[in-house]
């Protein structure tokens, strides 16, 4: 459907924020919050990088918690953009605090295209085209 960009964000008072540079190990020692995924096991790239973490079954949960306690979690720049500007969030400066990927729609083999499906796809993919 197109490519989002994905930030490593924390509040703007957590303490990876103070740091130039932050290392692997500096961010394996916070709190992570993360999404939970039902396949984590069969793709171990979808592991969570910190020895702590909370899994949640939204971004929205994600946000929350990362605003209100010492946590941090990679985010979609959409939901997070307001929080950036206001300075409630930080990007955390780590190779990977930036990145894009792919978001992508998944439906079960041999489903036919229903209608309505394709209608919000074709809206999501103008929404993260304009990004």
């Known amino acids: 459907m197109g490519k989002i960009r994905l930030m490593s964000v924390c509040n703007s008072q957590h303490p990876l924020v103070k740091q130039k540079r932050v290392s692997d190990e500096e961010l394996r020692k916070f709190m992570q919050a993360v999404m939970v995924y039902l396949n984590e096991k069969d793709n171990p790239n979808l592991q969570p990088f910190s ?16 605003l209100s306690e010492n946590a941090w979690g990679v985010l979609p720049e959409p939901l997070i953009r307001h929080y950036l500007r206001e300075q409630q969030l930080t990007v955390i400066k780590h190779t990977y605090g930036l990145t894009q990927e792919d978001f992508c729609l998944f439906q079960p083999i041999g489903m036919h295209d229903n209608p309505a499906i394709l209608w919000l796809s074709d809206k999501v993919s103008d929404y993260l085209f304009d990004f």
Not at 51 to 66: D, K, V
Request: glycine residues 6%; aromatic residues 24%.
């Open 51 to 66: 020895r702590r973490y909370i899994g949640f079954s939204s971004f929205e949960y994600m946000l929350n918690t990362i």
